[in-house]
């Protein structure tokens, strides 16, 4: 929210297992700061993660202007373990 209303702090954003809705609560988005956001963000997201799915995320994403990097983990939960990510995952974000 703090890169949203001032996006001169940072280059970019790196963000784990964000919290796009409390488990069970999809209406309760917390994405009203997205359309504002003006850095590149990286999201790291299990696909089993409960607060929200990797379709929910990537409809989310899609509310960010600037450059979105989502990178999955498989099997992932929000705690991220007993995940596995493909091989050279991070050389699509610095390439």
């Known amino acids: 929210m703090l890169a949203a209303e001032e996006p ?3 280059d970019s954003l790196l963000l ?3 919290p796009l809705h409390p488990p069970a609560k ?3 988005l917390r994405t009203a700061h997205f359309p504002s956001l003006q850095n590149e963000a990286n999201f790291v997201h299990g696909t ?3 607060f929200g799915t990797t379709g929910e995320m990537e409809t989310a994403l ?3 202007p600037a450059k979105t990097n989502l990178i999955t983990i498989e099997g992932g939960g929000h705690d ?3 995940g596995k990510f493909e091989p050279n995952v991070w050389d699509r974000i610095i390439g």
């Open 26 to 28: 999809q209406t309760q």
């Open 62 to 64: 899609a509310l960010i």
């Open 16 to 18: 784990f297992s964000y």
């Open 80 to 82: 991220l373990r007993r």
């Open 8 to 10: 001169e702090l940072c």
């Open 48 to 50: 089993k993660d409960p």
